[in-house]
């Protein structure tokens, strides 16, 4: 069963084609990786699935739905890569304002720092926190909701290892309980933490498979001579 | 509408202002400041004091909502929270309304706090009950957020939204009667004025100082209210849930 459903989108950003024709599936219940260099259209397809992008042409259905549907706000996390959270409120603050929204109480709010690590944190103001710190609250907000479909968009970037490690078994622990995650990132060595990868070069579907998949099929060791191959590959 | 959402929001900005009292001192201690200076300025005038007291004291928090609000609508807009409340189970309208609930409590507030110094030790005095000069200064108030929230939309960056102010609320102010009667104003001036919102909730005021609550009046704070509820939807215009 496909979560996502994207046939024939084109997006045109200030007579930039963004995405030229994309057509693909993304499978619920697995944490799929978006991967392709700064620009390739990362972002501008995730902000497509949660409805806040203007489309030129094509249909992205999302949890059976059209994206944007009003019934879709509840179902879909989404982290945008700048933090979205108000600099100057706390940590706590700003969840529980996010968490009446969705209608998320206090004990919500509360399991939900503690799934980002920041009970340390938890009466701090956000400016005061580093820009690591800063994502994992943007990443507790859009938790807040129990969504099915997490759209996060590179979550990880700038965090230690360690943290790096455990978001990444909270994604296949979110996975196992039958939620679908879209996890982008620019970061080769990432992608073999994915279920399943899309691979965008600019603004076109690159490969889609299994990490091992994709290794295999280049034969190559890693995933950045597989990215170089199949560029050379599509010529 | 959803009340929950609504409150929601009014309750973040207050939390918000609160966490910044420096600008909580400016937006009460500037218009008391101005008051003071006025009643010093027209010593040898006090019955222009007593003509023009009032009315600025029901002007002064619409001029501070306008920027209050366009500052904090485009921080919004430029830090992503927009995008993020977009993709929320969140009515454009509880959003509006939050933001007029909680500029509405800080206009009580100013209002408040510049009436106990006008009437108190300033000597102010009007003609119409006092309580209506107050009431007058927070319907302001939600008409310069309204405006407010609708030029921050052409706004990129702070600079920007800083220069409207000149340009939406100078005129307006110049035009209204306050400066210049406006029987005294050229035809096309005076039309101009017939036009701009502030004409009205000026003449509302003066008509309260005045102690002349008449059908004049009744009209006067009829406009305003619907020069406020057009401005916010237009402001609601400016709001997408889908961007380019």
């Not at chain 2, 408040?112 to 009431?135: C, M, Q």
Request: net charge neutral; with cysteine.
């Amino acid at each position: 069963m496909a979560a996502v459903r994207v046939e024939g989108l084109e997006v045109v950003r200030g007579g930039n084609r963004i995405l030229a024709g994309l057509t693909h599936s993304i499978p619920a219940g697995l944490v799929t990786g978006l991967l392709g260099p700064s620009g390739c259209g990362k972002t501008t397809l995730m902000r497509t699935i949660v409805g806040v992008q203007r489309i030129a042409a094509g249909t992205v259905t999302v949890l059976g739905l059209p994206a944007g549907d009003p019934r879709l706000r509840v179902r879909v996390g989404y982290m945008t890569q700048a933090a979205a959270v108000y600099a100057d409120l706390t940590v706590r603050e700003n969840l529980t304002f996010f968490g009446r929204l969705v209608g998320a109480g206090p004990q919500t709010v509360d399991d939900a720092i503690a799934t980002v690590s920041l009970e340390n944190e938890r009466s701090r103001v956000v400016s005061r926190l580093s820009g690591g710190q800063q994502a994992r609250v943007s990443l507790a907000a859009a938790l807040l909701g129990d969504p099915d479909l997490l759209v996060l968009d590179e979550p990880t970037v700038g965090l230690d290892p360690l943290l790096r490690r455990d978001l990444w078994l909270l994604f296949h622990e979110l996975a196992a309980q039958g939620k679908t995650l879209l996890v982008s990132s620019h970061v080769m060595d990432e992608a073999e933490r994915c279920d399943t990868l899309v691979l965008l070069r600019e603004g076109r579907l690159l490969a889609a498979a299994t990490p091992s998949e994709l290794r295999r099929s280049t034969a190559t060791e890693d995933l950045d001579q597989t990215f170089l191959a199949l560029v050379e590959r599509a010529g | 509408m959803s009340l929950q959402a609504t409150f929601a929001v009014a309750e973040r900005v207050l939390l918000q202002l609160r966490r910044d009292p420096r600008t909580l001192a400016l937006v009460v201690g500037v218009p008391c400041l101005l008051e003071t200076l006025l009643k010093e300025l027209f010593e040898a005038q006090p019955r222009l004091f007593q003509h023009v007291g009032a009315p600025l004291l029901g002007l002064f928090p619409f001029v501070t909502m306008f920027l209050v609000t366009s500052i904090t609508m485009l921080r919004e807009r430029v830090s992503g929270t927009l995008e993020r409340l977009m993709t929320l189970p969140l009515g454009k309208l509880d959003l509006l309304a939050g933001y007029g609930i909680a500029f509405a409590v800080l206009a009580a507030v100013q209002a408040a706090a510049v009436s106990a110094l006008a009437f108190g030790a300033l000597g102010l005095d009007t003609a119409g009950p006092r309580w209506v000069v107050g009431a007058l200064a927070v319907g302001n108030a939600v008409l310069g957020s309204a405006l407010g929230l609708f030029f921050s939309a052409f706004a990129r960056t702070e600079f920007q939204a800083v220069q409207f102010m000149p340009a939406v609320v100078f005129p307006q102010i110049l035009l209204c009667g306050l400066f210049v009667a406006r029987g005294a104003m050229a035809t096309w001036l005076r039309w101009l004025s017939d036009a701009l919102p502030l004409t009205y909730a000026y003449d509302a005021l003066a008509h309260t100082a005045a102690g002349t609550l008449d059908a004049r009046f009744a009209a006067d704070v009829g406009v305003v209210g619907g020069a406020a509820i057009l401005a916010l939807a237009l402001g609601a215009a400016t709001l997408r849930r889908r961007t380019a």
